[in-house]
């Protein structure tokens, strides 16, 4: 994660960079001070009047030293503390920047999900519709040519009922008509076998030609 890309957050470096400074500085002072004191005490020893106050003087420039170096520790837990701050919130505005930076990158992300999705299920909507319509096209179809096979069998069946209904009774003239004949037939075999039952009759009890046939065996004879 980049926490220091933008001029702000480089100017709050800068910011602490210049407070290590100030404490180097202080530093120095008292480094300076402190050659300071030590050049004059060396001076001293060479100066027979200055000998004379080396204790107040001493007293003095200790004192001198402890204030500075109170000063400079209270300024250094300042700038810490005010540096502890400062971190804090550069790198609570980092990360809160980050986040934001982060939540547009997912929420743009999203957007463009969504719109994907959003645009497929448009997609997806209009091929149902479509196909929705064409098997709409195939059931009304369907319905049309099953009515008119209906009308059609309807129409065969009536067709096939009114050529039974004169099968039937063509069957019927003519099963009168075979039985008129064999009654008929009967009738008339009836009267033949009566007749040929009756010559049979009649042949039986004629004896002429009997006679007939016994004189033309004796004339043969």
């Known amino acids: 994660m980049a926490l220091f890309n933008s001029p702000e957050r480089y100017q709050d470096l800068k910011m602490w960079s210049s407070q290590y400074s100030e404490e180097d500085e202080g530093a120095q002072a008292l480094s300076q001070s402190q050659e300071a004191g030590h050049d004059r005490e060396v001076e001293g020893e060479n100066d027979p009047g200055v000998k004379l106050g080396d204790g107040e003087g001493l007293a003095e420039e200790m004192q001198a030293m402890k204030e500075v170096f109170l000063r400079m520790s209270e300024k250094k837990v300042r700038q810490k503390e005010q540096s502890q ?94 039985e008129k004949s064999f009654e008929e037939a009967f009738e008339n075999l009836d009267a033949v076998t009566k007749r040929l039952h009756t010559q049979a009759t009649e042949i039986c009890g004629d004896s002429t030609y009997l006679k007939v046939f016994q004189s033309q065996v004796d004339r043969l004879a």
């Open 85 to 178: 701050h400062d971190c804090v919130r550069v790198y609570s505005e980092a990360f809160q920047s980050d986040l934001d930076r982060l939540f547009a990158t997912s929420k743009k992300a999203r957007l463009t999900e969504a719109e994907k999705v959003d645009q497929s299920i448009q997609h997806t909507a209009m091929r149902l519709e479509e196909q929705k319509k064409e098997l709409m096209d195939v059931h009304e179809a369907y319905e049309i040519n099953f009515k008119a096979s209906i009308e059609t069998v309807e129409l065969e069946l009536e067709r096939l009922k009114e050529l039974r209904g004169k099968i039937v009774a063509a069957y019927e003239v003519g099963k009168q008509e075979v």
